[in-house]
């Protein structure tokens, strides 16, 4: 983790402590602060949670558009491939048809 992040995640514990310890020695009924306390689980769980699923979302989505990138690419080269082995092909069949040209030229001079 670099600097920033450890003193950002020193800054967020240390805040929830302060919250936690200003809680408990607020001048209330014990059942009023353990509801205070309970509620704010309950608030911390729900953006926990929500972070967790816009994240998830984000990780899905770009993964998502990676995965059509990456196929597009490989169509690419599949179809950049298939029209070299063409060439490749024709190149070849002239060829073919110039050697059996000249066997034929030479099949007749014996």
Do not use: C, W
């Amino acid at each position: 983790m670099t600097n920033n992040g450890s003193t950002g995640l020193g800054v967020l514990i240390g805040a929830a402590a302060g919250a936690v310890l200003g809680i408990l020695f607020a001048p209330e009924k014990g059942s009023v602060t353990r509801q205070r306390i309970a509620d704010q689980a309950d608030l911390q769980r729900e953006k926990l949670t929500s972070t967790a699923a816009d994240l998830r979302d984000k990780i899905a989505h770009t993964v998502s558009a990676e995965a059509n990138t990456l196929e597009g690419k490989v169509e690419s080269i599949v179809s950049d491939a298939s029209y070299k082995a063409e060439d490749v092909i024709s190149t070849l069949e002239a060829k073919l048809k110039d050697l059996k040209a000249k066997n034929k030229k030479y099949q007749k001079a014996s």
